[in-house]
């Protein structure tokens, strides 16, 4: 193999490909990062067996080959590069991968390609396509509430189902759950239901730049996997085995309590409530307070630490309904603030110990649950 | 004027032994490790004591000491539980209760007594001195602790922590014999000087061996010495610290009975009497002592997001480990999945471990994040008020979880 290719694409690409590289795997070859030559362009893979993103850069190419060479040190080496113009030359007996780049000489022992787990090259002939940019944000509204705790392995993903022209994904961690409905400019070819790791959305959104148009999805029948594409790099994710809670049963259907308020003011309450309530057990504590006949209704946002003192915020509101005082987790109620667009905020519950649904005012495409805290 | 009371258990560990197996009454035992595990006596009988046994000596020299001292092996749990119903009842006496150790408590009994200045002027008219009030509560309490749960306990009661404490200390010396002392000692308001006069400076709080030594070498033995030293010289000899001594000298201790309501962690630890290297049988003290914290977390109405384990290798280097929790929790088995997990990930199976302890920190009111999918943790929540209601009237070992 012997290829030239501009420095600042290669740190591009190295960068996309980073996150899937498993630097404490057993299986060594999976801290390196494989490059190839392919149809005229360099090919760029890593994976950690659950996850593989692929991403492909233009390089001018003298001869075609393959190998892989350790991904973090590669990303450094390339980092300090003095010259914008990188030649990379293996000797294919060896496996030694020399890069020269302006007067910088540097020979990197590789693993053999062979040895690199295959990338699947899934058909994309059937592919569901979906709009970049509404693809990240259903991403963005959706992921941060799947769990991180491995003992719940259907929680770490998000739960992603195509019916028609719908699109929506699921996720929750047992205590919130935030559901985003988006629509095709086409219809699936068939429904899907499928769980994919909340973790390989979160790269994907990472590595689609903003100024592409469509994703697309597909899962190879009977692989477990799912296979995104975008314009210069694919990802693949294993899928997660198993059944995803029925969320629609805990979504309440009525309330007793609608209060309004701007999401600006809630969110930067509930920052200031955090610094205290992050000393202890997290909690904020929301006093929604009728509105009167003539008087506006107001939420007190308060909280407390035993270790460092207290905080507390008025906030004008519109209530509608009972006044009602419950607690939540600051850093849950925090998060969703974060996701919503809308410049105004509702949050529906009927009771202390009851559900709270956060709904941006003016979007009926996302809606967001939080279970309360039991104040003991 | 407040009035406290320290109460002292006599030997508890041996106590609470005794009423567990009564042959053992009158004789010399001593609890403990053995020796051949570098065990040390955590507690001896006073027949026992008698023969020159005493706290925190090895245990091989406890033996050469008295060679027909019986060993008895320690039982945490028996020990708490019976702490436990102590300072239940001393609460019953008097709501600000101060906890210092698992055999030790102070009492503000204030509200009980008889201003002791106004009663001595009016003592002509009133029959209730302070001094009969106050050993009338003090006799009440070692009664009742005696009646209900069979243990004795030695009682100090003055104006102060510092006097009633001494107090209770030089009852205890006073009672010599095989039988525990019992010892009931008031000392009344103002004459707390006098009392502390001919008692040795190093009963002071603050004075250890090297200001004792510091002192000695200065002509100042006793206390009443140390009273007529001055202030202003022994801060030049001490700081701070002197002044503070000097204070103390006269029988002045301002510190209230301050119940421990601001913990900042609630933890158990266990040093075992020779290193382990079992995971089943470490993982079962981990068990245990979870399962105490999170007693004791409930008991005080608190709940914590991090769990700490400490941990104490043979060469003694000690490591803490800490996770935190998405929400706060009180459950025995939240907190011992949590420490297990982190033992597991610092320990190699099969390492040796010389102490091991459970902790949780980052306290607040026990609210707790209720789920989604809820039934299972609100089912466990249930199951764990019935097994605190029944162990705190029965006994630790009336219910346990099956493993």
Same mark, same amino acid.
């Given at each position: 193999?012997?290829?030239?290719?501009?420095?600042?694409?290669?740190?591009?690409?190295?960068?996309?490909?980073?996150?899937?590289?498993?630097?404490?795997?057993?299986?060594?070859?999976?801290?390196?990062?494989?490059?190839?030559?392919?149809?005229?362009?360099?090919?760029?893979?890593?994976?950690?067996?659950?996850?593989?993103?692929?991403?492909?850069?233009?390089?001018?190419?003298?001869?075609?080959?393959?190998?892989?060479?350790?991904?973090?040190?590669?990303?450094?080496?390339?980092?300090?590069?003095?010259?914008?113009?990188?030649?990379?030359?293996?000797?294919?007996?060896?496996?030694?991968?020399?890069?020269?780049?302006?007067?910088?000489?540097?020979?990197?022992?590789?693993?053999?390609?062979?040895?690199?787990?295959?990338?699947?090259?899934?058909?994309?002939?059937?592919?569901?396509?979906?709009?970049?940019?509404?693809?990240?944000?259903?991403?963005?509204?959706?992921?941060?509430?799947?769990?991180?705790?491995?003992?719940?392995?259907?929680?770490?993903?998000?739960?992603?189902?195509?019916?028609?022209?719908?699109?929506?994904?699921?996720?929750?961690?047992?205590?919130?759950?935030?559901?985003?409905?988006?629509?095709?400019?086409?219809?699936?070819?068939?429904?899907?239901?499928?769980?994919?790791?909340?973790?390989?959305?979160?790269?994907?959104?990472?590595?689609?730049?903003?100024?592409?148009?469509?994703?697309?999805?597909?899962?190879?029948?009977?692989?477990?996997?799912?296979?995104?594409?975008?314009?210069?790099?694919?990802?693949?994710?294993?899928?997660?085995?198993?059944?995803?809670?029925?969320?629609?049963?805990?979504?309440?259907?009525?309330?007793?309590?609608?209060?309004?308020?701007?999401?600006?003011?809630?969110?930067?309450?509930?920052?200031?409530?955090?610094?205290?309530?992050?000393?202890?057990?997290?909690?904020?504590?929301?006093?929604?307070?009728?509105?009167?006949?003539?008087?506006?209704?107001?939420?007190?946002?308060?909280?407390?630490?035993?270790?460092?003192?207290?905080?507390?915020?008025?906030?004008?509101?519109?209530?509608?309904?009972?006044?009602?005082?419950?607690?939540?987790?600051?850093?849950?109620?925090?998060?969703?603030?974060?996701?919503?667009?809308?410049?105004?905020?509702?949050?529906?519950?009927?009771?202390?110990?009851?559900?709270?649904?956060?709904?941006?005012?003016?979007?009926?495409?996302?809606?967001?649950?939080?279970?309360?805290?039991?104040?003991? | 004027?407040?009035?406290?009371?320290?109460?002292?258990?006599?030997?508890?560990?041996?106590?609470?032994?005794?009423?567990?197996?009564?042959?053992? #009454? &009158? !004789?010399?035992? *001593?609890? /403990?490790?053995?020796?051949?595990?570098?065990?040390? +006596?955590?507690?001896?009988?006073?027949? %026992?004591?008698?023969?020159?046994?005493?706290?925190?000596?090895?245990?091989?020299?406890?033996?050469?000491?008295?060679?027909?001292?019986?060993?008895?092996?320690?039982?945490?749990?028996?020990?708490?539980?019976?702490?436990?119903?102590?300072?239940?009842?001393?609460?019953?006496?008097?709501?600000?209760?101060?906890?210092?150790?698992?055999?030790?408590?102070?009492?503000?009994?204030?509200?009980?007594?008889?201003?002791?200045?106004?009663?001595?002027?009016?003592?002509?008219?009133?029959?209730?001195?302070?001094?009969?009030?106050?050993?009338?509560?003090?006799?009440?309490?070692?009664?009742?602790?005696?009646?209900?749960?069979?243990?004795?306990?030695?009682?100090?009661?003055?104006?102060?922590?510092?006097?009633?404490?001494?107090?209770?200390? #030089? &009852? !205890?010396?006073? *009672?010599? /014999?095989?039988?525990?002392?019992?010892?009931?000692? +008031?000392?009344?308001?103002?004459?707390? %000087?006098?009392?502390?006069?001919?008692?040795?400076?190093?009963?002071?709080?603050?004075?250890?061996?090297?200001?004792?030594?510091?002192?000695?070498?200065?002509?100042?033995?006793?206390?009443?010495?140390?009273?007529?030293?001055?202030?202003?010289?022994?801060?030049?000899?001490?700081?701070?610290?002197?002044?503070?001594?000097?204070?103390?000298?006269?029988?002045?201790?301002?510190?209230?009975?301050?119940?421990?309501?601001?913990?900042?962690?609630?933890?158990?630890?266990?040093?075992?009497?020779?290193?382990?290297?079992?995971?089943?049988?470490?993982?079962?003290?981990?068990?245990?002592?979870?399962?105490?914290?999170?007693?004791?977390?409930?008991?005080?109405?608190?709940?914590?997001?991090?769990?700490?384990?400490?941990?104490?290798?043979?060469?003694?280097?000690?490591?803490?480990?800490?996770?935190?929790?998405?929400?706060?929790?009180?459950?025995?088995?939240?907190?011992?999945?949590?420490?297990?997990?982190?033992?597991?990930?610092?320990?190699?199976?099969?390492?040796?471990?010389?102490?091991?302890?459970?902790?949780?920190?980052?306290?607040?009111?026990?609210?707790?994040?209720?789920?989604?999918?809820?039934?299972?943790?609100?089912?466990?929540?249930?199951?764990?008020?019935?097994?605190?209601?029944?162990?705190?009237?029965?006994?630790?070992?009336?219910?346990?979880?099956?493993?």
């Amino acid at each position: 193999m012997k290829v030239t290719v501009l420095q600042e694409n290669l740190t591009r690409g190295l960068s996309a490909v980073s996150r899937a590289v498993s630097p404490r795997s057993t299986l060594p070859v999976l801290a390196n990062v494989l490059i190839a030559t392919d149809e005229g362009r360099l090919r760029l893979s890593a994976t950690n067996l659950e996850m593989g993103i692929t991403c492909w850069i233009g390089a001018k190419i003298e001869e075609e080959g393959s190998t892989t060479v350790p991904a973090r040190m590669f990303a450094d080496l390339v980092n300090t590069m003095p010259d914008n113009q990188v030649h990379l030359n293996l000797d294919t007996r060896t496996q030694t991968l020399h890069i020269q780049s302006g007067a910088s000489k540097n020979d990197v022992k590789g693993i053999d390609a062979q040895e690199f787990p295959p990338m699947p090259v899934p058909d994309f002939d059937n592919a569901i396509n979906i709009s970049v940019a509404d693809f990240k944000e259903m991403i963005q509204q959706v992921a941060f509430a799947a769990s991180t705790d491995e003992a719940r392995p259907v929680l770490m993903g998000v739960l992603v189902s195509v019916d028609k022209d719908t699109v929506t994904m699921a996720a929750a961690d047992g205590y919130r759950l935030s559901v985003r409905k988006s629509t095709l400019s086409a219809v699936a070819p068939s429904p899907v239901t499928a769980i994919i790791p909340a973790r390989a959305l979160s790269e994907l959104a990472r590595i689609a730049s903003d100024g592409e148009q469509q994703v697309q999805m597909v899962m190879p029948k009977g692989r477990g996997q799912v296979v995104f594409r975008v314009k210069d790099a694919e990802l693949v994710s294993q899928l997660i085995d198993g059944t995803f809670p029925d969320y629609q049963q805990i979504i309440p259907r009525s309330h007793k309590s609608r209060t309004l308020v701007s999401t600006a003011s809630l969110l930067k309450a509930c920052k200031q409530a955090e610094i205290f309530a992050r000393e202890g057990s997290n909690i904020v504590r929301l006093n929604i307070k009728n509105s009167g006949e003539l008087q506006p209704g107001e939420v007190e946002i308060s909280a407390h630490s035993e270790e460092t003192g207290k905080n507390e915020t008025l906030v004008e509101a519109t209530v509608d309904g009972i006044p009602l005082l419950i607690a939540f987790n600051v850093k849950f109620l925090r998060e969703v603030l974060e996701v919503i667009k809308t410049p105004n905020v509702a949050i529906e519950t009927s009771a202390p110990n009851a559900p709270g649904v956060i709904k941006p005012v003016g979007d009926e495409h996302f809606l967001h649950v939080i279970m309360p805290m039991h104040l003991g | 004027m407040s009035t406290i009371l320290h109460l002292d258990l006599d030997a508890f560990f041996c106590a609470v032994e005794e009423l567990h197996d009564p042959s053992l #009454t &009158g !004789k010399p035992f *001593a609890v /403990g490790g053995r020796p051949e595990e570098r065990g040390v +006596v955590a507690s001896c009988s006073y027949a %026992a004591r008698a023969q020159g046994v005493r706290s925190a000596m090895p245990m091989g020299r406890a033996l050469r000491q008295c060679p027909e001292l019986i060993i008895v092996p320690p039982q945490r749990s028996r020990y708490s539980h019976m702490s436990q119903q102590v300072m239940d009842r001393l609460h019953n006496l008097a709501p600000l209760v101060e906890q210092i150790s698992i055999d030790e408590a102070f009492v503000d009994i204030s509200d009980l007594c008889p201003d002791s200045n106004i009663s001595s002027r009016l003592k002509v008219e009133s029959l209730d001195t302070f001094e009969s009030v106050a050993a009338g509560i003090g006799r009440k309490i070692q009664r009742q602790i005696m009646d209900e749960l069979g243990l004795p306990c030695s009682v100090g009661i003055a104006s102060n922590k510092l006097v009633a404490k001494i107090a209770t200390e #030089t &009852g !205890k010396k006073g *009672a010599r /014999g095989s039988s525990a002392p019992a010892a009931l000692t +008031v000392i009344e308001a103002g004459r707390e %000087a006098e009392f502390l006069s001919p008692l040795p400076v190093s009963m002071l709080w603050g004075v250890g061996p090297k200001t004792e030594e510091k002192l000695s070498s200065l002509g100042i033995h006793t206390i009443g010495q140390l009273a007529t030293a001055g202030a202003e010289n022994l801060a030049a000899l001490f700081g701070e610290n002197g002044r503070q001594m000097w204070h103390h000298a006269r029988g002045i201790d301002e510190r209230p009975v301050s119940p421990e309501h601001t913990a900042k962690s609630i933890s158990q630890e266990t040093t075992f009497s020779r290193d382990i290297s079992d995971d089943k049988t470490l993982e079962r003290t981990l068990k245990e002592l979870s399962v105490e914290v999170g007693k004791n977390l409930r008991r005080e109405k608190l709940a914590g997001t991090t769990i700490k384990i400490k941990l104490r290798w043979p060469d003694f280097t000690t490591l803490t480990r800490q996770a935190t929790l998405p929400a706060a929790t009180d459950l025995d088995e939240e907190i011992f999945q949590t420490a297990l997990g982190l033992l597991r990930k610092t320990r190699e199976p099969g390492a040796p471990l010389r102490l091991v302890g459970v902790g949780v920190s980052g306290l607040g009111a026990p609210a707790r994040q209720m789920e989604l999918w809820g039934a299972q943790t609100e089912k466990q929540r249930k199951i764990q008020s019935v097994i605190d209601d029944l162990q705190a009237r029965f006994g630790d070992s009336i219910i346990k979880k099956g493993r």
